[in-house]
């Protein structure tokens, strides 16, 4: 499955753009922000890594860790998008 590789690759790269990007800023808000991104991409690499290896192995053990996984990455999606919601609202309240 060549478009899981590439959602994963990219994803991973992501997440280390964005990590060092936080280290790169001093705004505590737009530190946050960063983060929650990181959050959602994080998310997308460990949803996509393992299904891709489920679809590599095919084995029952393969799919309940690839479920079990699958599950905390959707997590790790939609903590990171709460995040992300949260801090984005009280930056337009400092900005605006």
């Known amino acids: 499955m060549p478009i899981l590789i590439t959602l994963f690759i990219v994803s991973i790269i992501l997440y280390i753009y964005f990590k060092v990007k936080i280290t790169k800023s001093k ?11 990181a959050r959602i991409t994080l998310g997308i690499f460990v949803s996509t890594f393992f299904m891709n290896q489920y679809y590599y192995y095919q084995t029952r053990l393969a799919l309940f860790i690839t479920i079990l996984f699958l599950i905390l990455g959707i997590a790790q999606i ?3 998008y709460k995040l992300y919601k949260h801090y984005k609202g009280e930056m337009d309240k400092v900005n605006g």
């Not at 705004?27 to 991104?37: C, E, G, V």
């Open 78 to 80: 939609v903590y990171g």
């Open 27 to 37: 705004d505590p808000l737009y530190m946050h922000i960063t983060n929650a991104k």
